[in-house]
């Protein structure tokens, strides 16, 4: 995966080991994403697909686009589209995607580069491999995450953020075997780039064959793990997992990963998403491009959109 990397993992700042009182998270769930496809028919695993929305708060959604090594002329991206209520993050690991919204941002993403747009009170964007990628064909890997917004902030302005891969905060496990990229939120007091409405943490993780990795997690966030690529084990029970299954953990204030010895050839590392963020414990009323807290929302937005009231394109100057 050629998401930013180091030469030598120990010339970053460890991860401090978890003090005596630490409270391991106990592994309560796994779930396997079933495969789908999205916008113009680009392959997704649907990550959150059987998960409880109670355990998934303040995250409503996350795709796993890829992994494809598209032919000539196949790369597929999406048609405009609205949105309203929520914050989508788009992290790209292999390819690369162009982003453009009606609120005037924009911007090319590629190898551990993240976008991360506020839709707030409404927008419109388009993703869509760059032109030459389509005629190329290449290896195509990324997410989409939904984050919630509570109630006071779903009707916030837009906004755009582009968050460059050498921007992640870059911390190891102790012994060298794990590097953490830190994209939002923070670990031990090592902050990402992201900046959110809603408070989360995200990070992605790369672990060595025989690797272990515990992470310090604040107790009044949730804890979520995703197996991107490889195998290994969640928790201190050593749970097996693979690529495309979610682990749901319990409460506590650390968290625990692991890489089998033996990996598959298609994945010489475990590469897993940690997520996680402070519930909003507010009714969700989602359909398609909208997330908000009850129907008649959801029906102003379907209208608003309709009156054209949710951006223009081309983006128009304020």
Do not use: C
């Amino acid at each position: 995966m050629p998401a930013i990397t180091v030469e030598d993992n120990l010339s970053l700042t460890p991860v401090p080991k978890s003090g005596p009182g630490a409270v391991e998270r106990p592994l309560r769930s796994v779930t396997t994403a079933p495969s789908g496809f999205e916008g113009e028919g680009f392959p997704v695993r649907r990550a959150f697909a059987g998960v409880d929305l109670a355990d998934l708060d303040p995250f409503v959604h996350m795709d796993q686009m890829g992994e494809v090594d598209y032919a000539p002329g196949e790369p597929k991206g999406t048609a405009w589209h609205p949105h309203r209520g929520f914050e989508t993050v788009t992290y790209m690991i292999d390819g690369q995607m162009a982003h453009q919204d009606s609120n005037g941002g924009g911007g090319l993403i590629t190898n551990g580069d993240t976008q991360w747009m506020t839709a707030g009170a409404g927008i419109l964007h388009i993703e869509t491999p760059p032109e030459y990628l389509v005629a190329s064909g290449g290896l195509f890997h990324g997410f989409q995450l939904w984050v919630n917004l509570p109630a006071e902030d779903k009707m916030a302005a837009p906004r755009y953020q582009d968050i460059r891969a050498g921007e992640v905060g870059l911390l190891s496990s102790p012994d060298g075997g794990a590097l953490v990229r830190v994209i939002a939120g923070d670990v031990a007091g090592h902050a990402g780039p992201g900046v959110t409405h809603t408070p989360i943490t995200l990070v992605h993780a790369t672990l060595s064959p025989g690797a272990s990795l515990s992470l310090p997690w604040r107790a009044d966030f949730n804890a979520l793990a995703y197996v991107m690529a490889g195998r290994g084990h969640f928790g201190l029970a050593r749970a097996e997992v693979r690529t495309g299954q979610l682990g749901v953990f319990g409460a506590g204030d650390t968290l625990t990963v692991s890489a089998a010895a033996q990996q598959d050839g298609s994945s010489p590392t475990f590469d897993v998403l940690l997520l996680g963020g402070r519930p909003i414990r507010q009714p969700v009323v989602a359909y398609g491009p909208f997330v908000m807290n009850t129907k008649a929302e959801i029906a102003q937005a379907m209208e608003d959109f309709r009156a054209g009231r949710l951006g223009t394109i081309p983006a128009q100057p304020a």
